[in-house]
């Protein structure tokens, strides 16, 4: 099978591309290399999949109406894993039209390709953030998202829509998966497992938010990819008899699911993990909360269980010592 990922460069989607090529499948990656943060990284990852003979990349912004066009019309795909986007949560307040070009008119360069080529699955990254000033626990893919608190969130909020517009216009199948603070290996430099491993390895004060009183869903990568791997091969399907009851699912061929631990981690234990892989205490600066953060996050993945028959279930002392063990040998050069 042919498919397209996006982001192939970034953190998620150069994992989805390397284990879509294991399984023999064909994939084309697509990633602009922009300078959120440091584009080695980003090319240090692609390099882990030069040696594939099934994996080509393609350097091109999302918001190139034309090129994004041609290259759907040339290499017919018959999948696409939409993982790009202009990421995090407080660069959206210095930065707002970041997240406009890539998010929206990106979203909707792909959603023309798919449209115009007769993509059979589209599936695509959502985000935790949607679930914005939402105080009931665990959130809840039933629940109504319409008061999100940072435009990054807005945007993906707003990806759902636009997904389920061609879901129900032009029979595009869609499925937007809403991702619980990932981490892991290669992950981001902007993410507050690399900051915080980074400090506490050169003797910084890490910046405690909340004065420490938060607490994230946070998810391995590897349960990430898997949950992403089994889904792509769920395709919805019209449903003259869905009642519209839950924002998740829909008489088109629709649906959103959470990916998430189901646990959600105090942010002092998680620093405790971090302290424990890297075997040094944190000098800890206490703050208040940040605009357009949220004090806790937790996903209810039933529905997702119920699709796929998976549960993540990785813990954050494993996945921490996984994460400061890579950090260690890529700030040594050997990954590089």
């Not at 889904?231 to 399907?237: E, L, M, R, T």
Request: include cysteine; charge should be negative; proline fraction near 5%.
């Amino acid at each position: 099978m042919k498919y397209l990922v996006t982001g192939a460069a970034g953190f998620i989607g150069n994992f989805v591309a390397e284990q879509l090529c294991d399984k023999g499948h064909t994939v084309i990656g697509l990633d602009n290399l922009n300078d959120y943060y440091d584009p080695n990284l980003k090319l240090a990852r692609l390099k882990r999949l030069e040696h594939l003979d099934n994996f080509t990349f393609v350097k091109m912004d999302l918001a190139d109406r034309e090129g994004i066009a041609k290259l759907f019309s040339e290499e017919k795909f018959q999948r696409v894993i939409h993982l790009a986007a202009q990421a995090g949560v407080r660069y959206s307040i210095e930065n707002p039209m970041a997240y406009i070009d890539s998010n929206l008119v990106g979203m909707a360069t792909i959603l023309e390709g798919c449209r115009h080529n007769k993509v059979e699955h589209l599936v695509y990254a959502s985000s935790s953030s949607v679930y914005g000033m939402n105080e009931k626990m665990p959130f809840s893919t039933d629940d109504a998202v319409d008061h999100p608190v940072s435009l990054y969130a807005a945007t993906k909020k707003s990806n759902e829509l636009m997904a389920h517009s061609y879901s129900h216009l032009y029979d595009l199948p869609t499925t937007g998966l809403r991702f619980f603070t990932v981490y892991g290996p290669w992950g981001r430099p902007d993410m507050a497992p690399y900051l915080f491993t980074d400090a506490i390895l050169n003797d910084r004060e890490i910046k405690v938010f909340n004065h420490g009183k938060m607490k994230r869903d946070f998810t391995y990568i590897d349960d990430i990819v898997e949950g992403i791997i089994r889904i792509q091969d769920v395709v919805p399907k019209r449903n003259i008899d869905d009642l519209n009851t839950s924002p998740s699912s829909s008489k088109a061929p629709y649906k959103v699911f959470n990916i998430g631990n189901n646990e959600p981690i105090p942010l002092m234990q998680f620093i405790g993990a971090i302290e424990k892989a890297a075997g040094k205490q944190a000098t800890k600066n206490f703050m208040p909360m940040q605009p357009g953060d949220v004090p806790a996050t937790f996903a209810d993945i039933d529905s997702l269980q119920k699709e796929v028959g998976f549960k993540p279930d990785t813990s954050i002392e494993y996945g921490m010592q996984q994460f400061v063990d890579w950090f260690n040998l890529y700030n040594l050069g050997e990954n590089k």
